[in-house]
């Protein structure tokens, strides 16, 4: 069963073993919001929360198509094309080009690429 929920950030964390957030942050962009110092603000809300739960020990999936938010917040990104899972970086060793390709298709990611875990396959 897969339960949708708001978070309170001022509430103790010590029950959760995992959060998954699928595009939390899509409807705060900033260009589209009416109000541009509210999106902001609400975008690093969620951030600082996600950073919060993480430092707590918690695991935490970010599924997300705006790149800099997920290389804010994640210590290992997991590139997904067309529904397979075709590599695995570390944020510290990457880069938005090496991310951009695995995503497209651009550059082949088992080819040695920075902060790549060996053994993913697509």
């Known amino acids: 069963m897969v339960a949708a929920a708001e978070i309170d950030s001022n509430l103790p964390l010590l029950c959760l ?3 998954v957030l699928d595009t939390e942050t899509t ?8 109000l541009i110092q509210i999106g902001v603000v609400q975008t690093r809300n969620v ?10 020990g918690i ?7 705006s790149m800099p938010h997920v ?3 994640s210590d290992r990104i997991q590139v997904m094309r067309r529904g397979h899972r075709v590599a695995t970086f570390a944020t510290e ?23 790549h875990e060996a053994g993913v396959s697509s």
């Not at 951030?47 to 707590?56: G, H, N």
């Not at 298709?105 to 040695?112: L, M, V």
């Open 17 to 19: 073993n995992a959060v």
């Open 27 to 34: 409807g705060l962009d900033p260009a589209k919001a009416r």
């Open 47 to 56: 951030l600082d929360l996600i950073r919060r739960v993480r430092d707590e």
């Open 59 to 65: 695991a935490v999936v970010f599924i997300s198509h």
């Open 71 to 73: 290389m804010e917040v």
């Open 93 to 115: 060793r990457t880069s938005m080009e090496e991310l951009v390709g695995a995503m497209t298709g651009a550059t082949d990611p088992e080819a040695g690429q920075n902060g």
